[in-house]
T-cell receptor, first 109, second 117 residues
Framework: GQNIDQPTEMTATEGAIVQINCTYQ??????LFWYQQHAGEAPTFLSY????GLEEKGRFSSFLSRSKGYSYLLLKELQMKDSASYLCAVRDRGYQLTFGKGTKLSVIP | KAGVTQTPRYLIKTRGQQVTLSCSPISGHRSVSWYQQTPGQGLQFLFEYFSETQRNKGNFPGRFSGRQFSNSRSEMNVSTLELGDSALYLC????????????????FGEGSRLTVL
């Protein structure tokens, strides 16, 4: 089975940097994913980590430490449109993708 | 390319009834996954199909079932509906990965919002 933990809510200021943490426990790790979900919309894929380290994609970066069961999503130069829920998801060796409950990020002026 | 299409978008049922939800994946995608989303539990995995075979199944009772057709379209069925089944049901498709199944990059439909009265 898998257990994924991430903060329920976070608030940050426009233009700032925010880090959303995710810890997980899994019986067989095969990749960690981050998704963004705006209110009333479907989730959309943001990033993928399978090896330790940082993956950068524009204003968004994702980090993974497999030994610690830990990942974070870093959002730079926050914009109002970044207000959304951010979902951490872990894939196991059977290719089942399990999502955390999500972190609701509010960006304030 | 058209996105993932789910029908119906909204439906209301009463306890004890059954419901069938439909999902048409993106053309070329052979993996289809279903998730239930509620405010309290978030996205919970129901099942995944690949080439008409169920590859994975989540921890839901047997009242929840699904299938995939040869054209990759998928349906899920919930029988004997309960009030707690009220949720947004999301379907997601993916290109096939190296070992089959999904790549992890899922493309979600807009969902079917089920209300059970």
């Amino acid at each position: 089975g898998q257990n994924i933990d991430q903060p329920t809510e976070m608030t940050a200021t426009e233009g700032a940097i925010v880090q959303i943490n995710c810890t997980y426990q899994t019986s067989g790790f095969n990749g960690l994913f981050w998704y963004q979900q705006h209110a009333g919309e479907a989730p959309t894929f943001l990033s993928y980590n399978v090896l330790d380290g940082l993956e950068e994609k524009g204003r968004f970066s994702s980090f993974l430490s497999r030994s610690k069961g830990y990942s974070y999503l870093l959002l730079k130069e926050l914009q109002m449109k970044d207000s959304a829920s951010y979902l951490c998801a872990v894939r196991d060796r059977g290719y089942q993708l399990t999502f955390g409950k999500g972190t609701k990020l509010s960006v304030i002026p | 390319k058209a996105g993932v299409t789910q029908t119906p978008r909204y439906l209301i049922k009463t306890r004890g009834q059954q419901v069938t939800l439909s999902c048409s994946p993106i053309s070329g995608h052979r993996s289809v996954s279903w998730y239930q989303q509620t405010p309290g539990q978030g996205l919970q995995f129901l099942f995944e199909y690949f080439s008409e075979t169920q590859r994975n199944k989540g921890n839901f009772p047997g009242r929840f079932s699904g299938r995939q057709f040869s054209n990759s379209r998928s349906e899920m069925n919930v029988s004997t509906l309960e009030l707690g089944d009220s949720a947004l049901y999301l379907c997601a498709s993916s290109e096939p990965g190296l070992a089959g199944g999904n790549t992890g990059e899922l493309f979600f439909g807009e969902g079917s919002r089920l209300t059970v009265l």
